[in-house]
C-alpha cells in the first residue's frame, strides 16, 4: 500500500501537467465519438451504409489523434526513455509483431482500396458481407454455409488484418452493381449436351432479360473508368466433360449483385422444369 502511494505522489510531482492533458485529450475525444454517434443516429434520412462508414472512420481517425496526442504530450519523456529502453523497445516489438503485422495490413488495405464496407469478399476460409473495418481486424457477416451458396448464415466472422498480407483477396463485387455470375449445372448423359444446353440457354435468357439493358451500360461504365476489357452481358454456356456417367453446364450471366440468389435459383427452378417435367408435376 506504502509503495503504491509512493508511485502516486512521485507522479503527481513530477508528471501532474502530463497526466492533466492527457486525462483532457481522452475525455475531448470520447465526447466527440459520443456526439458524432448521436448525430448519426438521428440522421434517418442518411442510408444506414453510410452513417456506418461514417462511424468507423470516426472511431479510427479518434484513436489514431489519440495515439498522436499522447505521443506529443510525452514526447520529452519518452524521448529520455528512448536510449536506456532500447533493449526493452527490440522485445516489444517481438512482442507485439502479430499486432503491428495487423496494423500493416490495415495500411496495405487502406493503400490498394482491396475492400471497403458492403464489399463482399473471399480470404482463405471466409466469405461474406464486410459489415466492419477496424485497424487490428475485419469483421465480415458470413455468406454461405458453401461457395456456390450465396445467402446470409447468420454469423459474424472476424479476422485479423495479419491476413492480408500473406493470403489474396477476392471482391466478388469489384464490378459494382452488376457482377458476372457463374452457375454450374451437373448433369447425367441420360439428357443430351445440346437439349441440356438449349434448356438452360432459355431459362437464362428468361430470367436475364429484365437487367440486360441496364448490365450492358453499366458494364461499358465500368470499362471506361477502369481501362479494362469487359466480357459480353449475353448468357453464356460452356460444356465440360467430368467422366463417363456426366457432365456439367458452366452458365456465365450478368445480374445485379443483391440479387444473385434470386435469380440464380429462378434459373435453376425453371431449368429442373423443362429438364424433368415428370419430376416438376409432382
Not at 487502406?110 to 480470404?123: N, R, T, V, W
Amino acid at each position: 500500500m506504502r509503495t503504491l502511494l509512493d508511485l502516486i505522489d512521485f507522479l503527481r510531482a513530477n508528471y501532474s501537467h502530463e497526466i492533466v492533458r492527457s486525462l483532457l485529450l481522452v475525455l475531448t475525444l470520447l465526447i466527440i465519438r459520443i456526439v458524432v454517434d448521436r448525430l448519426l443516429a438521428a440522421s434517418s434520412s442518411v442510408p444506414v451504409e453510410e452513417r456506418r462508414r461514417w462511424s468507423i472512420n470516426t472511431r479510427n481517425g479518434l484513436f489514431l489523434a489519440g495515439l498522436a496526442g499522447i505521443g506529443f504530450i510525452w514526447a520529452n519523456e519518452l524521448q529520455t526513455l528512448a536510449v536506456s529502453m532500447l533493449a526493452f523497445a527490440a522485445a516489444l516489438i517481438l512482442a507485439t509483431k502479430e499486432l503491428i503485422m495487423c496494423l500493416s495490413g490495415g495500411v496495405v488495405r487502406q493503400m490498394s482500396d482491396s475492400y471497403g464496407l458492403g464489399d463482399h469478399i473471399e480470404i482463405g476460409a471466409v466469405r461474406g458481407r464486410v459489415v466492419d473495418i477496424g485497424l487490428l481486424s475485419t469483421t465480415v457477416m458470413e455468406i454461405g454455409p458453401n461457395h456456390s451458396s450465396h445467402q446470409m448464415t447468420g454469423r459474424a466472422l472476424t479476422f485479423p488484418n495479419s491476413l492480408l498480407l500473406s493470403t489474396p483477396v477476392i471482391r466478388e463485387n469489384y464490378m459494382g452493381e452488376y457482377v458476372m455470375h457463374i452457375i454450374n449445372v451437373p448433369l447425367a448423359y441420360t439428357v443430351p449436351p445440346a437439349q441440356g444446353e438449349r434448356m438452360l440457354m432459355a431459362a437464362a435468357e428468361h430470367a436475364c432479360l429484365p437487367h440486360m439493358d441496364a448490365a450492358k451500360q453499366h458494364m461499358e461504365d465500368m470499362a471506361k473508368r477502369y481501362l479494362v476489357d469487359i466480357p459480353s452481358v449475353e448468357p453464356r454456356i460452356s460444356i465440360q466433360p467430368v467422366d463417363e456417367k456426366r457432365y456439367q453446364l458452366i452458365l456465365r450471366i450478368a445480374i445485379p449483385a443483391r440479387e444473385r440468389q434470386r435469380v440464380e435459383q429462378a434459373i435453376l427452378h425453371q431449368f429442373m422444369a423443362d429438364c424433368y417435367p415428370a419430376f416438376a408435376a409432382q
